[in-house]
C-alpha cells in the first residue's frame, strides 16, 4: 500500500508540472498554430481561386483587361485603388465585401462591362462564409509581393508583343497550336465569358441551344444569310470575332461586351493557336 | 430588546474553558469527522496508515452515513483485489467517463451547434483558448479508450463467466451502457463539423435510411440527419443527444448496472466455487479487503496513473492528437471515407452485400443477441475448462470481428481510379500526407519525373519523387507504361503550387492534382 501512496502522489505531482509546462507554453503554441492556420487559409483561398476566380482575374491574378482588374497589382495594396473608388475602411474589409457580395451591377466609368457575381452563401452565392475568408487570405497575401519590395511588380500584365491588326488576312496566320490555344483562352479569360457563364456566346455544343460548338457555327454562320461581317471562311470568321468583335454580332448578344483590344494585345500566333483550339470544339 | 440580538459563538465558550489552541483543535477534529460522515482526525490517520481496525469500525461510518461513500461496497473480497479476474475494466469506464464528462462540459463553453461557426470553435479552442488544444485532444482520447474499454470489460465479463445467473441482469445492462457509449461517441464524431465528422456520420447515419419499408426506412434518416443531408438541424440533434440524451440515458444504465454489481457482489474467480454455486454476496472475515484503506487507496493511485498516461500522450509525450480535417463540405467526397473504427466491422458487412441484410437486419440481430445472451446460456459452471464451446465463441467472435473490421478499412474492395491512388498517397485529402510533410524549402521550383529521380536537388524530394515512382510500380497493370511528373512553382510570396500528373499509356492518358503549400503551414508536426 506504502508505494502506491507515493508513486501516486509523485504522479498527481509530475501530472501538475506537465500541465503547468504545458501552460507556461501556451501562447507561443497558440500563435504557432494561428499562423499555419492562416497558411493553410491560404492554400484552401488558392484552390478556390483556381477553380472560381481565375477564369476572369487571370492564372496569377494579374487581371484581364476588359473582363476583371487585377488583384496581383500594387495599386490595390499601395491605396490608389482604393481612393479612386472612394473606400474609406480598410483593404481586407474591401476585398471580402467585393468577394462575398460581388458587384450588383457594372461598374460605370471601368472598361468592365459584366458585373462581379455574388460569391457568399448569404447573399445567394455559391461559397460558404469560410471559404470567402479564405479568398480574402489568398488575395491579401498577394500585398506581400508589393509589401517586400521585390520588384514583382513588372510580373504583372506583360506587355504584348506585336498586334496582329484588324485585318482579316495580313499577316497570314501561322500554324496554330490547339493545346496552347486553350490554354490561352483560360489564361485571357475567355472562357470566363464563353464557357463558365454564357455572357458571350457559348462555345461548347453542350450549352448552345443550336446543340453545336463553335467550331462547327463560324463556318454556318459566315454563309448565313444576315452575316454582314468581311470573313470568308470559318478561320477569318473566328478571326474577326476576336480582332473585331463589333462588326458582326450573334443573335441576343450587343455590342461592346466583349472588349476589342485583341487586335492590339495578342500576336497572330496567339491568334492562330486560339482558332486550332476553337476548331475543335465541334 | 437586547436579547433578541444577543450573539452566542459556542466555540468562544471553548476558548474561554479549554483555552485557544485546544478550542481550535477539538474543532478541527469535529470539522473533519463532518466532512468524513463519521471519521475524526485520529481515525483518518489510523486508517492511512494501515493500522488494525478497532471496534467500533469507524471506517464503516462514512459508508453508511455518507452520500458518495454509501455507493460504495464497505469491503470488498481479497479474491477480486488483483489485476486477475476484473483488470479494473469496469472502474477505468468509469473513470474516463468522468474525465469525459469534465473536459465536456468545459469545451462546451466554446462551442456552438451551428454549421455557420463549428468549424470556427474548432479552430478558436485549438488556437486561442489556453489549454484548449490539450482538453480536446484529452476529450477525443478518453472517448476512443472508453470505447475500448467498455468492449474489452465485456469480452472480459463473458471471458470469466460474469454474466451467469444471479447476474444476467447486470449483463443486460451492460450492454445497454455499450451501446450507450458507442452513440456517445458516434455522436461526438459530427461536431467539429470537418470532412472527417461529415462523412464518417453520414456513412453510418445513412444506414438508417436501409430500415425497412422503404417508407420508414425515409422517415428514420430524415429524424436523425432532420432533412435529406446534414446540415444545421442535424448538427443540432446530434449536439444534443451528445450533450443531453445519452449522457442522462448513460448515467441511469450505470447506476442500475453498478447497483447490480454491488446487490449481488463482484464475480470472484472462475473455479473458486463449486459449479451453480455463487457466493461472491457474503465475504468471511477473514478474506475482507476494506474500502478505507486498500481499495481506495489502490483506486486512487489507479486515477492518478491514467491522469498521468493521457495528459502525458496529448501534451509533452506528443503520443496523440485529436484530428481536425478541412471543414465539412458536402460537395466533396473524400478519396476514402471510414467509419469510426469501432464501427468498421458494419462497414466491413455492408461490403458483403445487401444494405437491409447486413445494415439492418444483422446487426439488430447481433445487438438482439446479446442483449439475452446472458439469459440463453445457462450453463452452471464457471470453470474454463467445462465452457469449451462458450471459449470458442468468443475466440471466433473476436476473430469475426477483426476479420469484419478489415473488411471495413479502405485495403479491402474500394475500387477507385488507380491514377488517384496514386497521387492520394503523396497527397491524400483526409490528411497532410508525406506531400505536405516535406518541409517547404525542399521543394524546390522546378519539373521533376519518376523517369529521373536521381537527378532531384534535395533529399526531401528524392524521398518523394521515390515514393511516386514505387506507387506507380505498385500499379503498374493498371497505369501500363506510366511516367510521374512533380511541377513545383512559385505561386504568392510563401506559396507554392504543386502539380502532380500521372502518364499512362505512353502518355495518352493523363491526371493532374494541384496542391497548394505555404511555407508556414506546418504540416510537419
Given at each position: 500500500?506504502?508505494?502506491?501512496v507515493?508513486?501516486?502522489?509523485?504522479?498527481?505531482?509530475?501530472?501538475?508540472?506537465?500541465?503547468?509546462?504545458?501552460?507556461?507554453?501556451?501562447?507561443?503554441?497558440?500563435?504557432?498554430?494561428?499562423?499555419?492556420?492562416?497558411?493553410?487559409?491560404?492554400?484552401?483561398?488558392?484552390?478556390?481561386?483556381?477553380?472560381?476566380?481565375?477564369?476572369?482575374?487571370?492564372?496569377?491574378?494579374?487581371?484581364?483587361?476588359?473582363?476583371?482588374?487585377?488583384?496581383?497589382?500594387a495599386?490595390?495594396?499601395?491605396?490608389?485603388?482604393?481612393?479612386?473608388?472612394?473606400?474609406?475602411?480598410?483593404?481586407?474589409?474591401?476585398?471580402?465585401?467585393?468577394?462575398?457580395?460581388?458587384?450588383?451591377?457594372?461598374?460605370?466609368?471601368?472598361?468592365?462591362?459584366?458585373?462581379?457575381?455574388?460569391?457568399?452563401?448569404?447573399?445567394?452565392?455559391?461559397?460558404?462564409?469560410?471559404?470567402?475568408?479564405?479568398?480574402?487570405?489568398?488575395?491579401?497575401?498577394?500585398?506581400?509581393?508589393?509589401?517586400?519590395?521585390?520588384g514583382?511588380?513588372?510580373?504583372?500584365?506583360?506587355?504584348?508583343?506585336?498586334?496582329?491588326?484588324?485585318?482579316?488576312?495580313?499577316?497570314?496566320?501561322?500554324?496554330?497550336?490547339?493545346?496552347?490555344?486553350?490554354?490561352?483562352?483560360?489564361?485571357?479569360?475567355?472562357?470566363?465569358?464563353?464557357?463558365?457563364?454564357?455572357?458571350?456566346?457559348?462555345?461548347?455544343?453542350?450549352?448552345?441551344p443550336?446543340?453545336?460548338?463553335?467550331g462547327?457555327?463560324?463556318?454556318?454562320?459566315?454563309?448565313a444569310?444576315?452575316?454582314?461581317?468581311?470573313?470568308?471562311?470559318?478561320?477569318?470568321?473566328?478571326?474577326?470575332?476576336?480582332?473585331?468583335?463589333?462588326?458582326?454580332?450573334?443573335?441576343?448578344?450587343t455590342?461592346?461586351?466583349?472588349?476589342?483590344?485583341y487586335?492590339?494585345?495578342?500576336?497572330?500566333?496567339?491568334?492562330?493557336?486560339?482558332?486550332?483550339?476553337?476548331?475543335?470544339?465541334? | 430588546?437586547?436579547?433578541?440580538?444577543?450573539?452566542?459563538?459556542?466555540?468562544?465558550?471553548?476558548?474561554?474553558?479549554?483555552?485557544?489552541?485546544?478550542?481550535?483543535?477539538?474543532?478541527?477534529?469535529?470539522?473533519?469527522?463532518?466532512?468524513?460522515?463519521?471519521?475524526?482526525?485520529?481515525?483518518?490517520?489510523?486508517?492511512?496508515?494501515?493500522?488494525?481496525?478497532?471496534?467500533?469500525?469507524?471506517?464503516?461510518?462514512?459508508?453508511?452515513?455518507?452520500?458518495?461513500?454509501?455507493?460504495?461496497?464497505?469491503?470488498?473480497?481479497?479474491?477480486?483485489?488483483?489485476?486477475?479476474?476484473?483488470?479494473?475494466?469496469?472502474?477505468?469506464?468509469?473513470?474516463?467517463?468522468?474525465?469525459?464528462?469534465?473536459?465536456?462540459?468545459?469545451?462546451?463553453?466554446?462551442?456552438?451547434?451551428?454549421?455557420?461557426?463549428?468549424?470556427?470553435?474548432?479552430?478558436?479552442?485549438?488556437?486561442?483558448?489556453?489549454?484548449?488544444?490539450?482538453?480536446?485532444?484529452?476529450?477525443?482520447?478518453?472517448?476512443?479508450?472508453?470505447?475500448?474499454?467498455?468492449?474489452?470489460?465485456?469480452?472480459?465479463?463473458?471471458?470469466?463467466?460474469s454474466?451467469?445467473?444471479?447476474?444476467?441482469?447486470t449483463?443486460?445492462?451492460?450492454?445497454?451502457?455499450?451501446?450507450?457509449?458507442?452513440?456517445?461517441?458516434?455522436?461526438?464524431?459530427?461536431?467539429?463539423?470537418?470532412?472527417?465528422?461529415?462523412?464518417?456520420?453520414?456513412?453510418?447515419?445513412?444506414?438508417?435510411?436501409a430500415?425497412p419499408?422503404?417508407?420508414?426506412?425515409?422517415?428514420?434518416?430524415?429524424?436523425?440527419?432532420?432533412?435529406?443531408?446534414?446540415?444545421?438541424?442535424?448538427?443540432?440533434?446530434?449536439?444534443?443527444?451528445?450533450?443531453?440524451?445519452?449522457?442522462?440515458?448513460?448515467?441511469?444504465?450505470?447506476?442500475?448496472?453498478?447497483?447490480?454489481?454491488?446487490?449481488?457482489g463482484?464475480?470472484?474467480?472462475?473455479?473458486?466455487?463449486?459449479?451453480?454455486?455463487?457466493?461472491?454476496?457474503?465475504?468471511?472475515?477473514?478474506?475482507?479487503?476494506?474500502?478505507?484503506?486498500?481499495?481506495?487507496?489502490?483506486?486512487?493511485?489507479?486515477?492518478?496513473?491514467?491522469?498521468?498516461?493521457?495528459?502525458?500522450?496529448?501534451?509533452?509525450?506528443?503520443?496523440?492528437?485529436?484530428p481536425?480535417?478541412?471543414?465539412?463540405?458536402?460537395?466533396?467526397?473524400?478519396?476514402?471515407?471510414?467509419?469510426?473504427?469501432?464501427?468498421?466491422?458494419?462497414?466491413?458487412?455492408?461490403?458483403?452485400?445487401?444494405?437491409?441484410?447486413?445494415?439492418?437486419?444483422?446487426?439488430?440481430?447481433?445487438?438482439?443477441?446479446?442483449?439475452?445472451?446472458?439469459?440463453?446460456?445457462?450453463?452452471?459452471?464457471?470453470?474454463?475448462?467445462?465452457?469449451?464451446?462458450?471459449?470458442?465463441?468468443?475466440a471466433?467472435?473476436v476473430?469475426?470481428?477483426?476479420?469484419?473490421?478489415?473488411?471495413?478499412?479502405?485495403?479491402?474492395?474500394?475500387?477507385?481510379?488507380?491514377?488517384?491512388?496514386?497521387?492520394?498517397?503523396?497527397?491524400?485529402?483526409?490528411?497532410?500526407?508525406?506531400?505536405?510533410?516535406?518541409?517547404?524549402?525542399?521543394?524546390?521550383?522546378?519539373?521533376?519525373?519518376?523517369?529521373?529521380?536521381?537527378?532531384?536537388?534535395?533529399?526531401?524530394?528524392?524521398?518523394?519523387?521515390?515514393?511516386?515512382?514505387?506507387?506507380?510500380?505498385?500499379?503498374?497493370?493498371?497505369?501500363?507504361d506510366?511516367?510521374?511528373?512533380?511541377?513545383?512553382?512559385?505561386?504568392?510570396?510563401?506559396?507554392?503550387?504543386?502539380?502532380?500528373?500521372?502518364?499512362?499509356?505512353?502518355?495518352e492518358?493523363?491526371?493532374?492534382?494541384?496542391?497548394?503549400?505555404?511555407?508556414?503551414?506546418?504540416?510537419?508536426?
Amino acid at each position: 500500500m506504502t508505494w502506491r501512496v507515493v508513486v501516486g502522489t509523485l504522479l498527481v505531482v509530475a501530472t501538475m508540472i506537465i500541465v503547468a509546462f504545458t501552460a507556461i507554453n501556451e501562447p507561443a503554441r497558440m500563435a504557432d498554430f494561428d499562423a499555419g492556420f492562416e497558411a493553410r487559409s491560404i492554400e484552401v483561398g488558392a484552390a478556390l481561386f483556381e477553380s472560381n476566380c481565375m477564369s476572369c482575374h487571370g492564372i496569377t491574378g494579374q487581371g484581364i483587361p476588359g473582363v476583371a482588374p487585377a488583384l496581383n497589382s500594387a495599386d490595390l495594396f499601395n491605396g490608389t485603388r482604393l481612393t479612386e473608388v472612394g473606400w474609406t475602411g480598410a483593404l481586407e474589409d474591401y476585398v471580402r465585401l467585393t468577394v462575398a457580395g460581388g458587384r450588383p451591377l457594372a461598374s460605370t466609368g471601368t472598361s468592365y462591362p459584366q458585373r462581379m457575381p455574388t460569391w457568399s452563401q448569404e447573399y445567394g452565392g455559391p461559397l460558404r462564409i469560410d471559404q470567402v475568408e479564405n479568398l480574402v487570405d489568398f488575395v491579401m497575401n498577394y500585398g506581400l509581393t508589393y509589401a517586400a519590395g521585390t520588384g514583382a511588380e513588372t510580373a504583372a500584365a506583360a506587355p504584348a508583343a506585336e498586334g496582329i491588326g484588324a485585318n482579316l488576312t495580313d499577316p497570314a496566320l501561322p500554324a496554330g497550336d490547339a493545346a496552347r490555344g486553350e490554354q490561352l483562352t483560360m489564361d485571357l479569360g475567355c472562357v470566363g465569358c464563353h464557357v463558365t457563364a454564357t455572357v458571350g456566346p457559348a462555345w461548347l455544343a453542350d450549352s448552345h441551344p443550336s446543340g453545336t460548338g463553335i467550331g462547327t457555327r463560324a463556318g454556318e454562320s459566315v454563309t448565313a444569310s444576315d452575316y454582314a461581317g468581311e470573313a470568308t471562311n470559318a478561320v477569318e470568321y473566328l478571326r474577326e470575332s476576336i480582332v473585331n468583335p463589333n462588326v458582326y454580332l450573334s443573335t441576343g448578344f450587343t455590342a461592346g461586351v466583349m472588349p476589342a483590344i485583341y487586335a492590339d494585345s495578342l500576336t497572330a500566333q496567339d491568334v492562330a493557336d486560339i482558332i486550332a483550339y476553337l476548331e475543335t470544339l465541334k | 430588546m437586547a436579547e433578541i440580538f444577543k450573539v452566542h459563538i459556542p466555540f468562544l465558550d471553548d476558548v474561554k474553558e479549554k483555552g485557544l489552541k485546544d478550542a481550535l483543535v477539538a474543532k478541527t477534529d469535529e470539522s473533519v469527522e463532518r466532512l468524513t460522515a463519521g471519521m475524526n482526525i485520529e481515525a483518518v490517520r489510523s486508517m492511512l496508515r494501515g493500522d488494525p481496525v478497532t471496534r467500533p469500525n469507524p471506517r464503516v461510518k462514512p459508508h453508511a452515513d455518507g452520500f458518495w461513500l454509501h455507493m460504495r461496497p464497505t469491503y470488498f473480497n481479497k479474491k477480486v483485489m488483483p489485476w486477475y479476474p476484473t483488470f479494473r475494466l469496469g472502474f477505468l469506464a468509469v473513470y474516463f467517463l468522468v474525465v469525459e464528462t469534465i473536459t465536456g462540459v468545459i469545451l462546451m463553453f466554446w462551442y456552438t451547434p451551428s454549421t455557420l461557426v463549428a468549424y470556427e470553435n474548432m479552430l478558436n479552442i485549438m488556437g486561442n483558448v489556453p489549454l484548449g488544444l490539450m482538453l480536446r485532444d484529452l476529450h477525443k482520447i478518453g472517448a476512443e479508450a472508453m470505447v475500448a474499454i467498455v468492449l474489452l470489460h465485456m469480452l472480459r465479463t463473458y471471458v470469466t463467466g460474469s454474466y451467469k445467473k444471479p447476474r444476467q441482469f447486470t449483463w443486460h445492462t451492460g450492454v445497454w451502457l455499450l451501446l450507450f457509449t458507442l452513440f456517445l461517441s458516434f455522436s461526438g464524431y459530427l461536431l467539429p463539423w470537418d470532412q472527417l465528422s461529415l462523412w464518417a456520420v453520414t456513412i453510418g447515419a445513412s444506414m438508417s435510411e436501409a430500415a425497412p419499408p422503404p417508407v420508414v426506412g425515409r422517415i428514420v434518416d430524415v429524424l436523425v440527419r432532420g432533412g435529406p443531408g446534414f446540415g444545421d438541424i442535424g448538427l443540432l440533434r446530434f449536439y444534443l443527444g451528445h450533450v443531453l440524451l445519452l449522457p442522462i440515458l448513460l448515467f441511469i444504465a450505470l447506476g442500475i448496472h453498478y447497483y447490480k454489481v454491488i446487490i449481488h457482489g463482484h464475480s470472484l474467480p472462475p473455479g473458486v466455487e463449486a459449479d451453480g454455486e455463487d457466493t461472491a454476496r457474503k465475504v468471511p472475515m477473514g478474506v475482507r479487503d476494506y474500502f478505507m484503506p486498500d481499495v481506495m487507496t489502490k483506486e486512487l493511485y489507479w486515477i492518478a496513473l491514467w491522469t498521468f498516461i493521457i495528459i502525458f500522450a496529448v501534451t509533452v509525450g506528443n503520443l496523440y492528437h485529436a484530428p481536425l480535417e478541412p471543414h465539412a463540405d458536402p460537395q466533396i467526397t473524400p478519396l476514402h471515407t471510414t467509419a469510426p473504427w469501432y464501427f468498421l466491422w458494419l462497414q466491413g458487412m455492408l461490403k458483403l452485400g445487401d444494405k437491409l441484410i447486413w445494415g439492418i437486419i444483422a446487426p439488430t440481430v447481433l445487438l438482439g443477441f446479446a442483449f439475452v445472451l446472458s439469459y440463453l446460456e445457462v450453463g452452471p459452471s464457471r470453470r474454463y475448462i467445462r465452457r469449451r464451446l462458450g471459449m470458442s465463441f468468443a475466440a471466433l467472435t473476436v476473430a469475426v470481428f477483426a476479420i469484419l473490421s478489415y473488411m471495413g478499412t479502405p485495403y479491402y474492395a474500394v475500387s477507385s481510379s488507380p491514377d488517384q491512388e496514386v497521387m492520394a498517397v503523396l497527397a491524400p485529402q483526409t490528411h497532410p500526407g508525406p506531400l505536405r510533410g516535406t518541409p517547404a524549402e525542399e521543394l524546390v521550383v522546378g519539373e521533376y519525373s519518376t523517369h529521373a529521380v536521381a537527378s532531384v536537388p534535395t533529399a526531401g524530394l528524392l524521398e518523394l519523387m521515390e515514393l511516386y515512382e514505387e506507387e506507380l510500380v505498385k500499379f503498374g497493370d493498371d497505369l501500363p507504361d506510366s511516367e510521374g511528373l512533380m511541377i513545383i512553382e512559385d505561386w504568392q510570396v510563401g506559396l507554392k503550387k504543386i502539380t502532380l500528373r500521372v502518364l499512362w499509356n505512353g502518355g495518352e492518358r493523363a491526371a493532374d492534382l494541384a496542391v497548394y503549400l505555404h511555407a508556414d503551414s506546418n504540416y510537419e508536426d
